[in-house]
């Protein structure tokens, strides 16, 4: 549980400073899905020379259902960077971490409406606890969103809870007995292929070498926090690694302020202190609400 517990931190540091790469590169080329096809070319050119090394023997004997659990996660991860870099361009980066913590209101709906699980009154409370923490976090200073803003939340929020359930059982097919091995070799293989299908989509731009390299400390940052996430969900659950990665939210605000203190008042709205203060608040609050309900399903 302990490694599961420090990979899901590792997972919520890598994530924020990926949010903090991808506002940069939004602020200088303004397009959420050039960042994505460039990030993802990124990740499979250097995932591929790994990824026959690194494939799983093991997994020949699931082949087809790997296969197809490879295909659901790429429609589905997709889905949600594209949701995710759109909705970038409305809300604030450190607060739009945060928001992520919503994926725990998001998979109790899944839960209860499609995979017919109750919950109990605590785990509901959990629930409407990091809700309002959410709200909370948007209320705290900076511009207001926008209709357009929201929808996309709503898409980035589906298609990840989606892509978490599918990691964790991606992460589990290959049973070598070694989960960080497991995850770097799912990882490996799933963003080699990944780029591979991404390729084609590069006609569709005025490309650079320079483009590459601004969008490579966010994709560097991405694959390392989706490798920590695959050994998280692997020890954990999907709903505990959850739980573990509310803390992206404190530690995003932590990078805001930094950002901040530094200068690089434009990758973030320059809010007073108390309104980070706020922030923060709402924040604990949303991370004691999604333990509430990993506790309540135990």
Not at 203 to 225: E, G, M, N
Request: net charge positive; glycine share 8%; proline share 3%.
């Amino acid at each position: 549980m302990f490694l599961g517990i420090v990979a899901g931190l590792a997972c919520a540091l890598f994530q924020s400073v990926s949010y903090v790469c991808s506002a940069g590169f939004m602020l200088r080329y303004k397009s959420s899905l050039r960042l994505v096809i460039f990030s993802q070319l990124v990740m499979g050119a250097f995932c591929l020379p790994f990824a026959p090394f690194l494939f799983p023997p093991q997994l020949l004997e699931c082949l087809p259902e790997f296969i197809l659990w490879v295909i659901a996660w790429i429609g589905c991860f997709t889905v949600g960077q594209i949701g995710f870099f759109t909705t970038l361009r409305s809300i604030e980066a450190s607060r739009m971490s945060s928001l992520l913590g919503l994926k725990i209101l998001v998979l109790a709906m899944i839960c209860v409406l499609f995979a017919g699980t109750p919950l109990s009154g605590l785990q509901w409370f959990a629930v409407l606890l990091s809700t309002v923490a959410a709200v909370g976090m948007n209320w705290s200073g900076g511009a207001h969103f926008t209709r357009k803003g929201l929808f996309w939340l709503l898409v980035t929020l589906v298609a990840y809870s989606l892509t978490d359930m599918v990691e964790t059982r991606l992460v589990l097919l290959p049973k070598s007995g070694n989960i960080i091995r497991d995850s770097f070799a799912i990882g490996t293989v799933c963003y080699a292929v990944l780029g591979i299908l991404t390729l084609p989509l590069l006609a569709r731009f005025r490309w650079s070498t320079r483009q590459f390299v601004k969008a490579a400390p966010f994709a560097v940052s991405w694959y390392l926090s989706q490798v920590a996430l695959f050994v998280c969900f692997g020890l954990l659950g999907t709903v505990f690694g959850n739980v573990i990665q509310a803390s992206r939210g404190l530690i995003s605000i932590a990078l805001g302020i930094l950002l901040l203190h530094y200068g690089f008042g434009r990758l973030d709205a320059r809010i007073s202190r108390a309104m980070w203060l706020r922030r923060a608040a709402a924040a604990i609050l949303m991370a004691a609400g999604i333990i509430l309900y990993s506790l309540a399903k135990l």
